[in-house]
């Protein structure tokens, strides 16, 4: 079994896999010489040729041949790590060079559990299909025939008998990887499913605290974890029942290999040193078969890991963009746009406006009535989208994705800050930045004061930002926007689930910006958009309003009605 396309990935392992092969061979011609010496000896001992002239060269010749069957061993693991180290590393890279393809929209097309899982353990599967189970593929081929000729011309029947025993174990094989590949499609379904659980419920921790809802998850996980094992226990019984077909073939062809050496020797047709050599090497035939067997499964495993790799692989890209846009003013038109996660379940359905360079735009509307989408859609992190979005007068769809990051960011509810210091976090918004712009950027979102009494720009920043407060990440996150010159800032309910404190400074940076760039607000809380130019509601996906925020109240509509319910709501909190 050899898995074509996993081999063409790593082709460049494979001189490693030919030379590991070739030492084993070494290794096995220093073991012949080494039996054949010791027959001599036996053959001396019956003739009384024994003498110190004999003893001498036979014990150097002896520690010759297993030096260098030891040399040859250890060399050959040591291609067997080099075979799978390259391998690992093509498959890895191949993995995150997909990802960087998919871009923000890889999560349409693939679980980033699944992407954990196959780049971590499933990669670690292959890591023993090239440093164990192709070589001992080609080794297993090669030893009988090296053995046959060899003892051919001392004894033929032995040497027809013995090869003849050997495709048993292959065919053995042949027979349960029907079965095999089946169980291990299933236990990898399993291993996923099992591993997205898991993460979810892990990422959602926090919540199940919150509401108690942790035994249950953790019963639900119980069950999920229990049709895993049963899964793990029928692939356990499966390997562990033909690895028993196994012995029995390597153990019977190597007995009669025995009993023929035997036999021949009382017909007076082999001589007792000879008898013996082969009686020794008779098992040589069957253990790099038997070696290869349980190999086997591993590889199988592996293959499987490799084919749900390939699927990740094979998942369809969208069709990257070339166009550039030319200007600073780029105006964005919206016309007629649809879109849907599941077919047939529109998140927004035909939603048509316009954004003017410069000007402040509010997008609200009830949670679910698809802001973020809309959000996610301008700044190209969705595809597969009706209709058009255009940018400067170029589709989004259109635009070379680093000309579109390079005039549209987004600031989402939570910014990810990645571990590190600030500075390597705010210069990924420029990477030429001075640190006086660096702190200029700082003070406009209002978090230079901070910055200050902390270690400045080399402050930390912890794994997940846990050691800043929400308000704390978003302003830096604002901060690193602003550091990208970027003509439309999009905030996606970026004072969200922060402190009263953060959310008026974000508030009034906004207000700043209107004017200098053009902004774009999706906020469910009304009292954010009161000076937008333009504000869009938003209900199941339709737009139902647009007007200014003065407008839409004296209009008595969906707006006006979530504006007073919110104003009495915040009336009734004071």
């Given at each position: 079994m050899v898995n074509g396309r996993?081999?063409?990935?790593?082709?460049?392992?494979?001189?490693f896999v030919a030379a590991q092969v070739a030492l084993q061979w070494v290794a096995l011609a220093a073991n012949i010489a080494l039996v054949a010496g010791v027959a001599l000896v036996v053959d001396a001992l019956l003739g009384g040729r024994i003498t110190t002239a004999f003893v001498l060269p036979a014990m150097a010749g002896a520690l010759s041949c297993i030096a260098v069957r030891f040399a040859a061993t250890r060399a050959a693991a040591h291609m067997s790590y080099l075979a799978s180290r390259g391998v690992k590393e093509a498959l890895r890279r191949a993995l995150i060079d997909k990802m960087l393809r998919l871009g923000?929209?890889?999560?349409?097309?693939?679980?980033?559990?699944?992407?954990?899982?196959?780049a971590g353990e499933g990669v670690e599967q292959i890591e023993t299909y090239f440093g164990l189970y192709l070589p001992q593929l080609f080794y297993a081929l090669l030893a009988p025939l090296t053995l046959f000729a060899c003892i051919?011309?001392?004894?033929?029947?032995?040497?027809?008998?013995?090869?003849?025993?050997?495709?048993?174990?292959?065919?053995?094989?042949?027979?349960?990887?029907?079965?095999a590949k089946r169980l291990l499609a299933s236990y990898w379904t399993q291993y996923a499913e099992l591993g997205d659980s898991f993460l979810e419920n892990?990422?959602?921790?926090?919540?199940?605290?919150?509401?108690?809802?942790?035994?249950?998850?953790?019963?639900?996980?119980?069950?999920?974890?229990?049709?895993?094992?049963?899964?793990?226990?029928?692939?356990?019984?499966?390997?562990?029942?033909?690895?028993?077909i196994m012995d029995l073939v390597a153990y019977g062809g190597a007995a009669l290999g025995i009993f023929l050496a035997v036999s021949e020797l009382a017909a007076g047709h082999l001589t007792l040193p000879a008898a013996f050599a082969i009686i020794v090497l008779s098992s040589e035939f069957f253990i790099p078969m038997r070696t290869l067997g349980s190999y086997f499964h591993t590889a199988m495993n592996g293959s499987a890991a490799a084919d749900r790799i390939f699927n990740i692989l094979d998942a369809p890209e969208p069709r990257a963009g070339t166009r550039a846009l030319t200007g600073e003013d780029v105006q964005i038109e919206v016309r007629d746009l649809s879109f849907a996660y599941v077919p047939e379940r529109e998140v927004l359905h035909r939603v048509t406006f316009t954004v003017r360079p410069g000007a402040l735009v509010g997008v609200t509307g009830a949670?679910?009535?698809?802001?973020?989408?809309?959000?996610?859609?301008?700044a190209g992190r969705l595809g597969g989208y009706a209709g058009s979005i255009t940018l400067g007068g170029v589709e989004v769809r259109d635009i070379d994705p680093k000309e579109l990051a390079r005039h549209l960011v987004v600031v989402p509810t939570r910014a990810h800050l990645f571990a590190g210091t600030l500075r390597e976090n705010l210069l990924m918004g420029d990477p030429h930045a001075s640190d006086e712009r660096l702190l200029r950027?700082?003070?406009?979102?209002?978090?230079?004061?901070?910055?200050?009494?902390?270690?400045?720009?080399?402050?930390?920043?912890?794994?997940?930002?846990?050691?800043?407060?929400?308000?704390?990440?978003?302003?830096?996150?604002?901060?690193?926007?602003?550091?990208?010159?970027?003509?439309v800032l999009v905030f996606d309910e970026a004072s969200s689930n922060i402190d009263a404190e953060s959310e008026a400074a974000i508030a009034s940076l906004i207000r700043e910006l209107a004017g200098e760039r053009t902004v774009i607000v999706v906020s469910h809380r009304l009292a954010n958009l009161t000076d937008a130019d333009t504000i869009c509601v938003l209900e199941r996906g339709r737009l139902i309003e647009q007007g200014s925020h003065a407008e839409l109240v004296g209009a008595g509509g969906a707006y006006a009605a979530l504006w007073r319910a919110q104003n009495d709501l915040e009336r009734s909190l004071a």
């Open positions: 996993l081999v063409k990935m790593g082709r460049a392992s494979m001189r923000p929209s890889y999560a349409q097309h693939v679980a980033t559990s699944e992407v954990v899982q196959v051919a011309p001392v004894s033929l029947p032995v040497a027809a008998g013995l090869i003849v025993c050997v495709p048993l174990i292959p065919l053995a094989i042949a027979g349960v990887q029907t079965i892990l990422q959602g921790l926090t919540t199940l605290k919150v509401f108690e809802a942790d035994a249950y998850k953790a019963r639900q996980m119980d069950e999920e974890a229990e049709t895993f094992r049963r899964v793990t226990m029928r692939v356990l019984t499966m390997q562990l029942n033909s690895i028993i949670s679910g009535s698809g802001k973020s989408t809309l959000a996610a859609l301008l950027a700082l003070a406009a979102a209002r978090i230079d004061g901070f910055v200050r009494e902390a270690s400045g720009l080399d402050m930390p920043v912890a794994e997940g930002a846990r050691n800043l407060s929400g308000g704390q990440r978003q302003r830096i996150a604002i901060a690193r926007a602003l550091l990208t010159r970027a003509e």
